[in-house]
């Protein structure tokens, strides 16, 4: 079986068959010797699979010269706001949305920033080095192991202080929590601004993450806020970076639409830095329309937070997001923010006094899109299939200016994502099932 390399969010693979406790020492002792940390803190979702992975993992950093801190269960985003208020590096073991039986491995600087992709590579290229070759202090240096158990509380105070005073009460709100890294501290961080907040989905067995429940399964959220008479629903996903929300009605917002709620409230109270937001290829064309009508002016990425990131810091400007809910307030974290986001969003509705369903009405008037995955045994095969490029380019002549066609191999699971918008549904289905079928031809057939 091949080992997993390096994709758009970390290493992943199926957890003690592709991410092996083997691999996951060589990743820490890679990633001592690269960085050169003398300390990592190192957190995880609530896999069955994460504590052996993690021990794994954080052999191999202490056998390359570092220490290792042992922040438990957490969500991505507290460990990296850990790592930048510490000044350490950082490891995260979880496969975000995927299901359980998968496992992932992810790394954070000392800044608090996941590695650049020529880090990456350096990490990737030294996996096999002789074990000889130390870290951090030499052959004679052996990292030392220690938990701190106090780390989810130190993340908790900072949701609660992103509201800068305000508070949440009177505002009723559920929250999935996808029986994942948030459990515990997104419930808490709620209850502690004075929401009425009732928890979904925050009890993990270690094989129950996102099984039909969180960020990409929220229809059992929508049924429950109905039901109870929420003011609004959030659903995070296995280790919290992203969010999709629910509105009082049980329509579900994802992130384009979030994104533009953030970006006009900020605009609003002239607190949208260059009044810019960054969003990827993915981002639906009604989100650009919205914000050219408001003066918006919209930068585009390649998929990926850290693309988001990344063009973030190079513009200086302070929002950005992806469509399936990864959205990053820079002012306030180093990489997308679940939790935060939630909070956020929370405060928006209990600031304005506005129904969720109201400050969505119309703002972004969605062009129709179709996004189909296609499962492939070799996604790197996609740059190369020239069957398939014919068939995007013929049908991008069908569409002219009305429409769009994105083809990317997905970097975190075997999967060609096909994704086309049209000005209508029809049309957009029709396209996307026939360069399906060519997908699957040249890269599954052929």
Known sequence: MARPGFGTDGVRGVANAELTPELATKLGRAAARVLGATAFVVGRDTRQSGTMLQAALSAGIASGGADVVDLGVLPTSGVAYVAERRGRAAAVVSASHNPYLDNGIKFFDESGLKLAPHVEAEVEAALDAHADAHGPGGAARVGVLTSDPGAAAEYERHLVESLDGRRLDGLRVLVDCANGAASVVAPKAFAELGAAVEPLFAEPDGTNINDACGSTHPQRLAEEVVARGADLGLALDGDADRLVAVDHAGALLDGDVLLAIFAIDLAARGELVGDAVVVTVMTNLGFRLAMARRGISVHETPVGDRQVLAALDEAGLALGGEQSGHIVFRRRATTGDGVLTGLLLADVVARTGRPLAEIASGLVERVPQVLVNVAVPDPGRLAGADGVWKAVAEIEGDLGDGG???????????????????????LAADAANRLSRVVEDCLVSG
């Not at 990317?408 to 029809?426: D, F, I, K, Q, Y």
Request: without cysteine.
């Open 404 to 426: 769009r066609v994105l083809l990317r191999a997905s970097g975190t699971e075997p999967l060609v994502r096909v994704m086309v918008e049209a000005p209508t549904h029809a």
